[in-house]
């Protein structure tokens, strides 16, 4: 049974830095693209960022460019998503999912509609 397990979330001061970690189980990443979301509470579900199956496409949300760095190790079946320099806007639950390309390793999206697969979330919290 394909499943994504993120963690690594958790409470930092504004300023400091976390690592999510997207642990598939199940199934190999190898023909995944993978995306990170956030959902903040009456917000909409934002695309963080995303890495295409080979690792040689990603994708950034301009309100976290320059911030976020989103890799990938196949050989232990992780996405990881480092983030720094957080903010209090960046407070939210932060989702991993996975879409499944056969031929191309190059592409990836910021769009939840694109994605069948997704983990329970893990909650990050930026507050003094």
């Known amino acids: 049974q394909l499943q994504l397990v993120e963690s690594g979330g958790g409470l930092v001061q504004p300023g400091g830095s976390l690592r999510l970690s997207c642990a598939a189980s199940?199934?190999?990443?190898?023909?995944?693209?993978i995306g990170w979301f956030r959902q903040a509470p009456g917000k909409e579900r934002e695309g963080v960022s995303c890495i295409s199956r080979s690792g040689g496409s990603t994708n950034y949300a301009d309100s976290v460019k320059g911030r976020f760095t989103i890799s990938r190790d196949n050989a232990k079946n992780t996405v990881y998503l480092q983030m720094t320099s957080l903010k209090p806007e960046d407070t939210a639950v932060y989702y991993c999912?996975?879409?499944?390309?056969?031929?191309?390793?190059?592409?990836?999206?910021?769009?939840?509609?694109?994605?069948?697969?997704w983990g329970q979330g893990t909650q990050v919290t930026v507050s003094s």
């Open positions: 199940g199934f190999t990443l190898d023909y995944y693209a």
């Open positions: 999912a996975a879409k499944q390309y056969y031929i191309d390793r190059y592409y990836c999206g910021r769009q939840g509609y694109e994605y069948g697969s």
